[in-house]
Nanobody
Framework: QVQLVESGGGLVQAGGSLRLSCTASGRTFNTYTMGWFRQAPGREREFVAAISWNGISTYYADSVKGRFSISRENSKNTVYLRINSLKPEDTAVYCC??????????????????WGQGTQVTVSS
């Protein structure tokens, strides 16, 4: 069993930055592919970014490339999402997720077994 807890969300003005954190329980964090997804009101959950178990490979949705950066510290059981140049359309609940499949198709929600509750990011214009 893996529990994921996100933090770092908040209310930010457009153009600002945030760093979201997701901390996992358990001793197997360093074997999981980790992903970030977001869901805005009235919209489906969408893939944002993912990182391989060893941190070597990263993946981003086209809509966030260049502004979002995913990283991880396996020694702290934590994955991060740095968001720069925030836009009002980035407003959403951001959730992290864990997959034990190293060959996972990272953009699919079905690839992930464990999910956090999410942290709200609100960007004002």
């Amino acid at each position: 069993q893996v529990q994921l807890v996100e933090s770092g969300g908040g209310l930010v003005q457009a153009g600002g930055s945030l760093r979201l954190s997701c901390t996992a329980s358990g001793r197997t964090f360093n074997t999981y592919t980790m992903g970030w997804f977001r869901q805005a009101p009235g919209r489906e959950r969408e893939f944002v970014a993912a990182i391989s178990w060893n941190g070597i490979s990263t993946y981003y949705a086209d809509s966030v490339k260049g502004r979002f950066s995913i990283s991880r510290e396996n020694s702290k059981n934590t994955v991060y999402l740095r968001i720069n140049s925030l836009k009002p359309e980035d407003t959403a609940v951001y959730c992290c997720a864990a997959s034990s499949d190293r060959q996972a198709i990272v953009v699919l929600t079905s690839s992930y077994y464990y999910w956090g509750q999410g942290t709200q990011v609100t960007v004002s214009s």
